[in-house]
């Protein structure tokens, strides 16, 4: 696919897709509640799609009129059996965070994806979920999918100091926690995204927090809400770093989430010297707008307790990097490494195509700048953030660039493309 060029800025405005990680959450919440919960907003992608369709095959009624999401939830101890292996697609966080919640059940099921899902490690979660009773296997007895669960009703509590900082661990313990009887305790490694610890308090919920420690007693019985998912900051992060880098360019980001533990990408910006501005904050619903402008970015190292904020946005980090002055040094971030590709060589292998001057390390990347970016034929390898990452790259590249592996877009964002083409040409799409 011959990617798009911008020679003339980015203007316009644009509302960014829904909160990934807040709609798999909203359908896992609204299953394991009593009641019926309403989604608005959800993220109609690939992945997310892929958690709907799961609690479907678990027996959990779920209704879509286009634009309101409704689940009947069935509490925890309603969840019926699947026929079959359930199909998880490309979706570590679903994968990761239905173990947890399947550890508490009386029933075995096993969870497969797709071929770059099933290379991802599993252990990490397997580990402390059979130290709570359940009993977890991977494909011929190893960590990778599919990853049969059997459950049990009879978990136990945990105390459990984490050796990696990621939401998608924590949550699975915290699922399987809610289960157990008595009180269990997590201890991160860095504070990472809190969106099941917030939506646990959303839902009538009792989880406490006091930095990186975490505390919540089980069985807990959860209640039915009224979800509204806002934009998602990730998606949000790639039209920021375009116009940030592209000459000539302002752009306009709407309702854009907020959450505290997601908003590295606004301090690096903030850091570098962008020119950024946050509007129209909404408190409640930890959302707000962003105004951005083109200017000169100055190099920065990104390392320590801000890394779990903006894991996801690193790609893009990079290429914002690449057109910064100065050495750009990302540290501690060897989460990058077990994402949908190794997202460490991917960045620096696709950018070095294209001229930049980067170098992979073993917990990150080195980048010089700023340097101009040419025309290459490169590859998505399969991972959506890596694929949008280097069409924002191909905006400001002299020469055609060409993406292999496109469709792993709709993964996250499957109107992309369409969004890039309006700011280029300056409509307003919000």
Same mark, same amino acid.
């Given at each position: 696919?011959?990617?798009?060029?911008?020679?003339?800025?980015?203007?316009?405005?644009?509302?960014?897709?829904?909160?990934?990680?807040?709609?798999?959450?909203?359908?896992?919440?609204?299953?394991?509640?009593?009641?019926?919960?309403?989604?608005?907003?959800?993220?109609? &992608?690939? /992945?997310?799609?892929?958690?709907?369709?799961?609690?479907? %095959?678990?027996?959990?009624?779920?209704?879509?009129?286009?634009?309101?999401?409704?689940?009947?939830?069935?509490?925890?101890?309603?969840?019926?059996?699947?026929?079959?292996?359930?199909?998880?697609?490309?979706?570590?966080?679903?994968?990761?965070?239905?173990?947890?919640?399947?550890?508490?059940?009386?029933?075995?099921?096993?969870?497969?994806?797709?071929?770059?899902?099933?290379?991802?490690?599993?252990?990490?979660?397997?580990?402390?979920?059979?130290?709570?009773?359940?009993?977890?296997?991977?494909?011929?007895?190893?960590?990778?999918?599919?990853?049969?669960?059997?459950?049990?009703?009879?978990?136990?509590?945990?105390?459990?100091?984490?050796?990696?900082?990621?939401?998608?661990?924590?949550?699975?313990?915290?699922?399987? &926690?809610?289960?157990?009887?008595?009180?269990?305790?997590?201890?991160?490694?860095?504070?990472?995204?809190?969106?099941?610890?917030?939506?646990?308090?959303?839902?009538?919920?009792?989880?406490?927090?006091?930095?990186?420690?975490?505390?919540?007693?089980?069985?807990?019985?959860?209640?039915?809400?009224?979800?509204?998912?806002?934009?998602?900051?990730?998606?949000?992060?790639?039209?920021?770093?375009?116009?940030?880098?592209?000459?000539?360019?302002?752009?306009?980001?709407?309702?854009?989430?907020?959450?505290?533990?997601?908003?590295?990408?606004?301090?690096?910006?903030?850091?570098?010297?962008?020119?950024?501005?946050?509007?129209?904050?909404?408190?409640?619903?930890?959302?707000?707008?962003?105004?951005?402008?083109?200017?000169?970015?100055?190099?920065?190292?990104?390392?320590?307790?801000?890394?779990?904020?903006?894991?996801?946005?690193?790609?893009?980090? &990079?290429?914002?990097?690449?057109?910064?002055?100065?050495?750009?040094?990302?540290?501690?971030?060897?989460?990058?490494?077990? %994402?949908?590709?190794?997202?460490?060589?991917?960045?620096?292998?696709?950018?070095?195509?294209?001229?930049?001057?980067?170098?992979?390390?073993? /917990?990150?990347?080195?980048?010089?700048?700023?340097?101009?970016?040419?025309?290459?034929?490169?590859?998505?390898?399969? /991972?959506?953030?890596?694929?949008?990452?280097?069409?924002?790259?191909?905006?400001?590249?002299?020469?055609?660039?060409?993406?292999?592996?496109?469709?792993?877009?709709?993964?996250?964002?499957?109107?992309?493309?369409? /969004?890039?083409?309006?700011?280029?040409?300056?409509?307003?799409?919000?």
């Amino acid at each position: 696919m011959k990617l798009l060029q911008a020679p003339n800025g980015l203007y316009g405005s644009i509302t960014v897709p829904a909160d990934k990680s807040i709609s798999h959450r909203s359908i896992m919440f609204g299953a394991l509640a009593i009641g019926q919960t309403t989604i608005k907003n959800f993220l109609r &992608a690939q /992945d997310c799609l892929s958690t709907l369709n799961a609690f479907k %095959k678990l027996g959990v009624p779920i209704t879509d009129d286009g634009t309101t999401i409704t689940v009947t939830g069935v509490g925890f101890n309603g969840l019926t059996k699947s026929p079959a292996a359930i199909d998880i697609g490309n979706s570590g966080t679903t994968i990761r965070l239905m173990m947890g919640i399947l550890a508490g059940q009386n029933f075995t099921t096993t969870l497969f994806g797709d071929e770059s899902l099933n290379r991802r490690p599993m252990e990490r979660v397997m580990a402390p979920l059979r130290q709570m009773g359940a009993h977890l296997t991977g494909k011929e007895d190893s960590e990778f999918p599919p990853i049969t669960i059997q459950g049990t009703k009879e978990l136990v509590p945990i105390d459990y100091q984490m050796p990696v900082a990621s939401a998608q661990v924590k949550s699975a313990i915290i699922f399987a &926690a809610l289960q157990a009887k008595g009180t269990s305790t997590i201890i991160e490694k860095e504070i990472s995204r809190n969106h099941t610890e917030e939506m646990i308090r959303q839902f009538g919920g009792k989880i406490m927090t006091d930095g990186r420690e975490i505390r919540l007693t089980g069985p807990q019985t959860l209640s039915a809400q009224n979800v509204i998912v806002p934009g998602d900051i990730s998606s949000a992060a790639f039209f920021l770093v375009a116009a940030a880098i592209t000459p000539d360019s302002q752009l306009y980001l709407k309702n854009v989430g907020m959450n505290p533990t997601r908003t590295g990408i606004i301090d690096v910006l903030t850091q570098m010297g962008a020119k950024l501005a946050v509007e129209n904050v909404d408190a409640e619903n930890q959302a707000a707008d962003l105004k951005i402008e083109t200017t000169n970015l100055e190099a920065i190292t990104i390392e320590g307790e801000i890394i779990p904020r903006l894991i996801d946005e690193l790609p893009i980090i &990079a290429l914002l990097a690449t057109q910064a002055n100065g050495q750009t040094i990302i540290k501690n971030a060897e989460e990058l490494k077990v %994402k949908e590709t190794n997202r460490i060589d991917a960045t620096a292998e696709e950018l070095q195509k294209m001229g930049a001057d980067i170098i992979p390390t073993a /917990d990150g990347l080195i980048i010089n700048g700023p340097t101009p970016l040419k025309g290459a034929e490169v590859s998505s390898r399969g /991972d959506h953030r890596i694929g949008m990452m280097l069409q924002i790259a191909a905006l400001i590249a002299k020469g055609v660039t060409t993406l292999q592996f496109p469709e792993a877009i709709n993964i996250s964002y499957p109107n992309f493309f369409n /969004d890039v083409k309006k700011i280029i040409a300056g409509e307003n799409n919000a």
